[in-house]
């Protein structure tokens, strides 16, 4: 597996997806940061990491949709297929290479957070908390979009329909308003990537919403080995 990691990683490096990726997601997250952190004076950069779920919607697909549908577009994928190597090897190194590379950009984000101990003391342990949630949050998502990926084709079809799902996972909680059944709302709450958050906004680590975050990426992951030895054996 290592061999594919590598090359999923240089994949990133030598094509112009990486960098792509990386100035959207920098340029996003400044955005985000300045309206939350600057803008609105305060050293909390909880608010920050919150609205940076609604936008990982937006930048996650596009580090994912090329991941299965460009190889079956460009027929790349046929030479994987024939290789001695497992559906779940192929799977994981490109799961592992886009957590690599979501996980970099990530800590460059986090430049943003010096200018803020000039203006006061910022909250490390729950800028830690913070961080941990988004990189669970992160995997999560990632997971998402290979699966989605691995059913298509085409690259833009991959991306609409990753964010259709995360719109959904991340977004779910905001009709619980309109719902008058409680059985109905805790559901939503339950299922609900924002609303799980909320404790690692306070900087705790909570343990049953990091269960629901690995479990999901584990489900996406297991779905997408599921589709690529059924596209081995077809």
Known sequence: ?????????????????????????????????????????????????????????VVVPLLTMRSFAEEKRAKTDQLL???????RAMVLAKFFAALTMFGITVLL???????????GTPNVGRAAGCLVGMILIGACF????????????????ACVGTMGILAFLAGISIFNSLIDSYLVRTVLSWISVYSRYSNFAYGMFDIASAVYYISITAVFIFLSIRVCERRRYA
């Open 1 to 57: 597996m290592s061999a594919l990691y590598k090359k999923e990683i240089r994949t990133y490096f030598t094509t112009p997806l990486g960098y792509a990726f990386m100035a959207v997601f920098l340029a996003v997250s400044g955005c985000v940061f300045a309206l939350s952190t600057y803008q609105a004076q305060t050293s909390d950069v909880s608010s920050y990491f919150q609205l940076m779920i609604f936008g990982y919607i």
């Open 81 to 87: 297929m024939a290789a001695p190597v497992s559906e």
């Open 109 to 119: 984000s986090c430049v943003y957070y010096l200018p803020l101990f000039g203006y």
């Open 142 to 157: 990632i997971a998402v979009g290979l699966f989605v990926s691995s059913l298509t084709d085409s690259p833009v079809t």
